[in-house]
C-alpha cells in the first residue's frame, strides 16, 4: 500500500466560463521515505497536482489515497486533522505570517496539534536547529532572507513529524547556494523516514531527488515527453 | 492538559498586530461612546419644558352641543392613554334638550342637525354677541336655543365670566378628589318646570375618567340664582375636560421622544377631530396659541436627537461591518496558512469571532468609560444652543450597562454572521491566489 496515491485525477478550473483542465486523468503514488520530483514548466499543473494531493484542493474527478484511505470520504475536520499531522507543506513563497518570530511560525502547527506547551517548545527548539537558525529564533520572519524563510517553513512543515512533505517550488526565490542547502534539508527529511514530493521547473534540483517525474498540460509520465 | 489554541492565537494576534487592533478599537470606542451618551441623556422636563407642554397640551376645554364630540373624546385613544379627563355628563341634569324645545313650543327644532342649522345658529351667536356688547374672543356657532342655560365652567377668560362664580381656578380639574363647587344658574321656565329655586341643592351625576378607569359620580349643586328675561344670550351645552398630554418621562431620549411625539401628533389629532366635529377648543395657559407653532418646533427638536442617535447606530454598524471585512480581507493569507497547518475552515472562522468579539469588548468598554465625558460635552453645547429644551445624564447607570450588553451581543451577531458567510469558500480562494 502506497503513503499517497492518487487514480485518474482530473481538475477543471472554470474561470470567465472558459473551462481549463489543469490535471488530466492524472495517477501517481509515492512511497514512505522516497524522495520524488516533479518537474513542469510554469502552467503545467504541477502546483494543482500539489494542492490536490495535499488536500487543499479537491478534484472533479478521480480519487485521492491517504494510506489506502479515500479522502474525499473525509470530513472538513478529518482532513484538517490528517493535514496537521500527516502533511507538511513548504511553498515557493514561503507562506510565513512575518509579524510572527520564527520560532511562533514554527510552532504554529503544534499549537493546532493540542501539543503541551512544553513538548511544544522543545520540539520547535529542536527543529529551529535542525535547519540552523538557533540564533534567529526571535526574530520576525519579515526580516530575514530568503533562505532563512525558506528554512523556516520547512521546521514549520516538519513540526508534526508529517508522513510526507509537500513542496511547491521551494528554491524558485532562492541563490544556487541556498537551493543546495535546502535540498540537503529534504534529503535528510527523507532518510528519517517521511516522503518528500517536491514540483520544481529546476531540473538541477530534481536531479537530488530518488525519483523525476514529468508534467505537461496537465498530464503526468515518468518519462520526459 | 492541551493549550487551547484560540486563546493562543488570540494572544499572539493582539501582540503582533497590536497597531490594527489599537485602530480599530479607539473607532469603535467613539462610536460607541456616542452611542451610549446619546442613549444616556435624558430630557429634563421641568421648567422650560414643562411650560411648553403646557403650553401645547396641558389643559383645553371643549364646549360643543354635538354628541359628535364628546364621542370624539371617548373614543380618543389619546385621552384615554395619556390623559386625566373629567366628562361631565350634561344628561339627566335638569331637562334634556327636547324637553326645553318642547316648553318653549319650538318642536320644530327637534331632529337631526344639518348643516344650514350650525351656519345659522353661528350667524345668531354672533348677532348675539354683538348686540349684548360683548366678545366672546372664541369662533364658532352656538345653537338656538330658549333662554335656558346651564352652566358647568369655569374659566374667567371665557365669555360667560358674567354669570360665574365658580370656586374653580384655572388648571384645576376635576376629580373625585378635587374640592370645589359648582354653581348653576338656570332660566325661569327650567325653575317652574322642575319646582326649583334659588339655594336648592340639586345632584348632578358625572363621569370621572382617568387614564382607562370610568366611574360615576355625583356632584351637589348649589342653584345660585334664577335668572330672568333680561338674558337673552343663548348658551351652549357645555362639556369641561381637562388633560394632560406632556406626561413626564423618564427614559432614554429615544424612547421618550418615541412617545412625545407619538402624544404630540395625537394631541394634533384630536384638536383636529374636535373642530372637525364642532367643538371649541380653548387653551387653557394660551388661548391664543396656534398649536402649530410650538409642537412643530419641538417635534423637529425631538426628531433631531432621535435622528442623530439613529445616524450614529448606523454608523456603528457600518463601521464595524467594514472593519471586519477589512480584517478578513487582511487576514486571509494568515488564516490559508493556519489552513495549512491544519486549523479547519470553521475553526478559523471561530478564531475571527474570538478575537473581534475580544477586541469589541475592549472597545464598548472604553466607550462606556468614555460616555459621562461626552455627554457632560454635549449638556453643555445643548444646553447653550437649545434654550427650550435641557439635557440631562441619565441618573440610571443600570440601564447604560444593560445598552453595553446589548450592544455586545448585536456586534457579536454580526461578527458571527459576517464570518461564517463564505469564510470557508474565501479562505480556499485566498489559499490559491496565494498559491
Same mark, same amino acid.
Given at each position: 500500500?502506497?503513503?499517497?496515491?492518487?487514480?485518474?485525477?482530473?481538475?477543471?478550473?472554470?474561470?470567465?466560463?472558459?473551462?481549463?483542465?489543469?490535471?488530466?486523468?492524472?495517477?501517481?503514488?509515492?512511497?514512505?521515505?522516497? *524522495?520524488?520530483?516533479?518537474?513542469?514548466?510554469?502552467?503545467?499543473?504541477?502546483?494543482? =497536482?500539489?494542492?490536490?494531493?495535499?488536500?487543499?484542493?479537491?478534484?472533479?474527478?478521480?480519487?485521492?489515497?491517504?494510506?489506502?484511505?479515500?479522502?474525499?470520504?473525509?470530513?472538513?475536520?478529518?482532513?484538517?486533522?490528517?493535514?496537521?499531522?500527516?502533511?507538511?507543506?513548504?511553498?515557493?513563497?514561503? *507562506?510565513? #505570517?512575518? #509579524?510572527?518570530?520564527?520560532?511562533?511560525?514554527?510552532?504554529?502547527?503544534?499549537?493546532?496539534?493540542?501539543?503541551?506547551?512544553?513538548?511544544?517548545?522543545?520540539?520547535?527548539?529542536?527543529?529551529?536547529?535542525?535547519?540552523?537558525?538557533?540564533?534567529?529564533?526571535?526574530?520576525?520572519?519579515?526580516? =530575514?532572507?530568503?533562505?532563512?524563510?525558506?528554512?523556516?517553513?520547512?521546521?514549520?512543515?516538519?513540526?508534526?513529524?508529517?508522513?510526507?512533505?509537500?513542496?511547491?517550488?521551494?528554491?524558485?526565490?532562492?541563490?544556487?547556494?541556498?537551493?543546495?542547502?535546502?535540498?540537503? =534539508? *529534504?534529503?535528510?527529511?527523507?532518510?528519517?523516514?517521511?516522503?518528500?514530493?517536491?514540483?520544481?521547473?529546476? #531540473?538541477?534540483?530534481?536531479?537530488?531527488?530518488?525519483?523525476?517525474?514529468?508534467?505537461?498540460?496537465?498530464?503526468?509520465?515518468?518519462?520526459?515527453? | 492538559?492541551?493549550?487551547?489554541?484560540?486563546?493562543?492565537?488570540?494572544?499572539?494576534?493582539?501582540?503582533?498586530?497590536?497597531?490594527?487592533?489599537?485602530?480599530?478599537?479607539?473607532?469603535?470606542?467613539?462610536?460607541?461612546?456616542?452611542?451610549?451618551?446619546?442613549?444616556?441623556?435624558?430630557?429634563?422636563?421641568?421648567?422650560?419644558?414643562?411650560?411648553?407642554?403646557?403650553?401645547?397640551?396641558?389643559?383645553?376645554?371643549?364646549?360643543?352641543?354635538?354628541?359628535?364630540?364628546?364621542?370624539?373624546?371617548?373614543?380618543?385613544?389619546?385621552?384615554?392613554?395619556?390623559?386625566?379627563?373629567?366628562? $361631565?355628563?350634561?344628561?339627566?341634569?335638569?331637562?334634556?334638550?327636547?324637553?326645553?324645545?318642547?316648553?318653549?313650543?319650538?318642536?320644530?327644532?327637534?331632529?337631526?342637525?344639518?348643516?344650514?342649522?350650525?351656519?345659522? +345658529?353661528?350667524?345668531?351667536?354672533?348677532?348675539?354677541?354683538?348686540?349684548?356688547?360683548?366678545?366672546?374672543?372664541?369662533?364658532?356657532?352656538?345653537?338656538?336655543?330658549?333662554?335656558?342655560?346651564?352652566?358647568?365652567?369655569?374659566?374667567?377668560?371665557?365669555?360667560?365670566?358674567?354669570? /360665574?362664580?365658580?370656586?374653580?381656578?384655572?388648571?384645576?380639574?376635576?376629580?373625585?378628589?378635587?374640592?370645589?363647587?359648582?354653581?348653576?344658574?338656570?332660566?325661569?321656565?327650567?325653575?317652574?318646570?322642575?319646582?326649583?329655586?334659588?339655594?336648592?341643592?340639586?345632584?348632578?351625576?358625572?363621569?370621572?375618567?382617568?387614564?382607562?378607569?370610568?366611574?360615576?359620580?355625583?356632584?351637589?349643586?348649589?342653584?345660585?340664582?334664577?335668572?330672568?328675561?333680561?338674558?337673552?344670550?343663548?348658551?351652549?351645552?357645555?362639556?369641561?375636560?381637562?388633560?394632560? $398630554?406632556?406626561?413626564?418621562?423618564?427614559?432614554?431620549?429615544?424612547?421618550?421622544?418615541?412617545?412625545?411625539?407619538?402624544?404630540?401628533?395625537?394631541?394634533?389629532? /384630536?384638536?383636529?377631530?374636535?373642530?372637525? +366635529?364642532?367643538?371649541?377648543?380653548? !387653551?387653557?395657559?394660551?388661548?391664543?396659541?396656534?398649536?402649530?407653532?410650538?409642537?412643530?418646533?419641538?417635534?423637529?427638536?425631538?426628531?433631531?436627537?432621535?435622528?442623530?442617535?439613529?445616524?450614529?447606530?448606523?454608523?456603528?454598524?457600518?463601521?464595524?461591518?467594514?472593519?471586519?471585512?477589512?480584517?478578513?480581507?487582511?487576514?486571509?493569507?494568515?488564516?490559508?496558512?493556519?489552513?495549512?497547518?491544519?486549523?479547519?475552515?470553521?475553526?478559523?472562522?471561530?478564531?475571527?469571532?474570538?478575537?473581534?468579539?475580544?477586541?469589541?469588548?475592549?472597545?464598548?468598554?472604553?466607550? !462606556?468609560?468614555?460616555?459621562?465625558?461626552?455627554?457632560?460635552?454635549?449638556?453643555?453645547?445643548?444646553?447653550?444652543?437649545?434654550?427650550?429644551?435641557?439635557?440631562?445624564?441619565?441618573?440610571?447607570?443600570?440601564?447604560?450597562?444593560?445598552?453595553?450588553?446589548?450592544?455586545?451581543? !448585536?456586534?457579536?451577531?454580526?461578527?458571527?454572521?459576517?464570518? +461564517?458567510?463564505?469564510?470557508?469558500?474565501?479562505?480556499?480562494?485566498?489559499?490559491?491566489?496565494?498559491?
Amino acid at each position: 500500500m502506497s503513503l499517497l496515491e492518487c487514480k485518474g485525477v482530473t481538475r477543471i478550473f472554470d474561470a470567465n466560463s472558459a473551462a481549463f483542465k489543469a490535471l488530466d486523468d492524472v495517477s501517481m503514488s509515492i512511497e514512505e521515505g522516497e *524522495f520524488v520530483a516533479i518537474v513542469g514548466r510554469s502552467g503545467s499543473g504541477k502546483s494543482t =497536482l500539489l494542492n490536490v494531493l495535499g488536500m487543499l484542493d479537491v478534484p472533479d474527478e478521480g480519487e485521492v489515497l491517504f494510506e489506502g484511505v479515500n479522502v474525499s470520504t473525509m470530513s472538513d475536520k478529518e482532513k484538517s486533522v490528517l493535514r496537521n499531522k500527516s502533511f507538511g507543506y513548504v511553498f515557493q513563497s514561503f *507562506f510565513l #505570517e512575518p #509579524e510572527y518570530t520564527v520560532y511562533e511560525n514554527v510552532e504554529m502547527p503544534l499549537v493546532i496539534a493540542g501539543v503541551k506547551a512544553s513538548e511544544r517548545d522543545e520540539r520547535t527548539r529542536e527543529l529551529i536547529e535542525l535547519v540552523g537558525l538557533n540564533d534567529r529564533k526571535d526574530q520576525k520572519t519579515k526580516k =530575514l532572507s530568503g533562505g532563512e524563510k525558506q528554512r523556516t517553513c520547512i521546521a514549520r512543515a516538519l513540526a508534526c513529524k508529517p508522513s510526507i512533505v509537500l513542496a511547491d517550488e521551494p528554491c524558485g526565490n532562492l541563490d544556487s547556494a541556498n537551493s543546495a542547502e535546502i535540498m540537503k =534539508l *529534504f534529503r535528510v527529511i527523507a532518510e528519517q523516514g517521511s516522503a518528500v514530493l517536491m514540483v520544481t521547473h529546476n #531540473e538541477d534540483d530534481a536531479a537530488k531527488a530518488d525519483r523525476i517525474m514529468y508534467m505537461k498540460d496537465g498530464s503526468l509520465s515518468d518519462e520526459r515527453q | 492538559m492541551k493549550d487551547n489554541k484560540f486563546l493562543h492565537f488570540l494572544k499572539t494576534e493582539m501582540r503582533t498586530q497590536k497597531t490594527t487592533w489599537l485602530i480599530y478599537t479607539a473607532i469603535l470606542a467613539v462610536l460607541c461612546a456616542a452611542l451610549i451618551s446619546i442613549v444616556a441623556l435624558s430630557v429634563e422636563v421641568p421648567d422650560e419644558l414643562t411650560e411648553l407642554a403646557c403650553d401645547m397640551t396641558n389643559q383645553i376645554t371643549v364646549e360643543s352641543t354635538d354628541p359628535e364630540v364628546f364621542r370624539t373624546l371617548e373614543n380618543c385613544p389619546v385621552v384615554m392613554e395619556y390623559m386625566n379627563l373629567c366628562y $361631565v355628563d350634561i344628561e339627566g341634569l335638569l331637562l334634556h334638550e327636547e324637553d326645553i324645545l318642547k316648553i318653549m313650543g319650538r318642536e320644530d327644532l327637534i331632529g337631526p342637525l344639518t348643516d344650514d342649522d350650525w351656519t345659522d +345658529a353661528g350667524n345668531e351667536a354672533e348677532g348675539n354677541n354683538a348686540d349684548s356688547g360683548e366678545d366672546s374672543g372664541t369662533e364658532g356657532f352656538m345653537l338656538p336655543m330658549p333662554d335656558t342655560f346651564i352652566m358647568l365652567n369655569i374659566d374667567p377668560e371665557d365669555y360667560l365670566i358674567d354669570y /360665574i362664580n365658580a370656586s374653580v381656578t384655572e388648571g384645576d380639574m376635576y376629580t373625585k378628589d378635587c374640592n370645589h363647587e359648582l354653581y348653576l344658574w338656570i332660566s325661569r321656565d327650567v325653575a317652574e318646570y322642575r319646582g326649583l329655586h334659588t339655594g336648592d341643592v340639586v345632584t348632578v351625576p358625572y363621569n370621572v375618567y382617568s387614564g382607562k378607569k370610568v366611574s360615576s359620580e355625583n356632584m351637589d349643586c348649589v342653584i345660585k340664582g334664577i335668572l330672568g328675561d333680561e338674558v337673552s344670550e343663548i348658551f351652549p351645552i357645555q362639556c369641561v375636560m381637562t388633560y394632560e $398630554v406632556g406626561r413626564r418621562i423618564q427614559g432614554p431620549i429615544p424612547f421618550q421622544a418615541n412617545v412625545r411625539v407619538k402624544s404630540i401628533l395625537q394631541y394634533n389629532n /384630536i384638536v383636529t377631530k374636535l373642530r372637525k +366635529a364642532g367643538g371649541m377648543v380653548y !387653551f387653557a395657559y394660551d388661548p391664543e396659541m396656534t398649536e402649530n407653532d410650538s409642537i412643530t418646533g419641538y417635534i423637529y427638536i425631538i426628531y433631531a436627537l432621535y435622528g442623530v442617535c439613529f445616524l450614529v447606530l448606523l454608523m456603528l454598524v457600518s463601521v464595524l461591518v467594514m472593519l471586519v471585512r477589512m480584517y478578513v480581507s487582511k487576514r486571509t493569507r494568515f488564516f490559508a496558512m493556519l489552513r495549512t497547518a491544519g486549523m479547519s475552515g470553521k475553526d478559523c472562522s471561530r478564531l475571527t469571532r474570538i478575537l473581534f468579539v475580544t477586541s469589541l469588548t475592549v472597545a464598548f468598554a472604553v466607550g !462606556f468609560g468614555l460616555s459621562p465625558v461626552i455627554v457632560s460635552l454635549v449638556n453643555d453645547v445643548f444646553n447653550e444652543q437649545f434654550i427650550l429644551c435641557n439635557l440631562s445624564s441619565s441618573p440610571f447607570a443600570l440601564r447604560n450597562l444593560g445598552l453595553f450588553v446589548c450592544l455586545i451581543a !448585536f456586534t457579536a451577531v454580526i461578527v458571527w454572521i459576517l464570518t +461564517a458567510k463564505n469564510r470557508r469558500s474565501e479562505i480556499v480562494e485566498g489559499l490559491r491566489r496565494e498559491l
